[in-house]
């Protein structure tokens, strides 16, 4: 729903690219539909069935009023990136681009594994821009302003967006009304603009929340 401009772009340059997907999606009852509405999304923007790993926790329900566990979250992350060398990860900021609190989890895993020193130094993280309402929604009428402000950065031609609208669309089971209005307006459908991060930045940033 929100990388799908850099998965698509890494797959096309035959990037060996992995999801860690930290839940079922179980909220509604729906777990089981929406897992193979995830292996068919990432089938469209060409992720091998093998390079998908969907985590089931009791810990980490998917909720979101649910406090997910952060040492819980970093050891599942730390486990992956090790066991299959990851050496890029890609995940949400601390705004979780639409704030939910499950996604904003995911960066303080992140955050709590570079402050223990459980980072491999050989990873590279980058994580995904959140903007304000108005860049969210202007899709292709941000381009200008993503690329003035970011110098790393994952656009979409026309052509290509319509297969990110596809992999949306196999998530059949989400898609109420505003999420057909999301796939029209959004610019995450076209763009993704990315940060790098290091201790220093999660420091930073970590200090700004206290």
Request: with cysteine; hydrophobic share 40%; aromatic share 12%.
């Amino acid at each position: 729903m929100f990388f799908g401009p850099t998965i698509y772009r890494l797959c096309e340059q035959g990037t060996e690219v992995y999801i860690l997907c930290l839940s079922e999606g179980n909220y509604e009852g729906k777990g089981q539909i929406r897992k193979q509405e995830l292996w068919a999304a990432c089938k469209e923007l060409g992720v091998p069935d093998q390079n998908i790993c969907l985590i089931s926790d009791t810990r980490l329900p998917d909720d979101p009023k649910a406090q997910w566990p952060v040492p819980v979250i970093a050891k599942l992350i730390e486990h992956r990136v090790e066991a299959f060398d990851i050496d890029t990860l890609v995940i949400f900021d601390r705004g979780g681009v639409s704030s939910h609190p499950n996604h904003a989890a995911v960066f303080y895993a992140v955050a709590y594994m570079f402050v223990e020193r459980n980072m491999p130094e050989t990873c590279t993280v980058y994580t995904l821009d959140s903007v304000n309402i108005l860049r969210k929604y202007l899709g292709f009428l941000d381009l200008p302003l993503s690329f003035l402000l970011s110098s790393k950065r994952y656009f979409l031609r026309w052509t290509e967006s319509r297969r990110v609208l596809r992999a949306m669309k196999r998530h059949q089971s989400q898609m109420v009304w505003f999420r057909y209005l999301y796939v029209i307006f959004s610019r995450y459908m076209v763009i993704n603009t990315l940060r790098k991060i290091s201790l220093a930045d999660i420091e930073l940033e970590l200090e700004v929340d206290d």
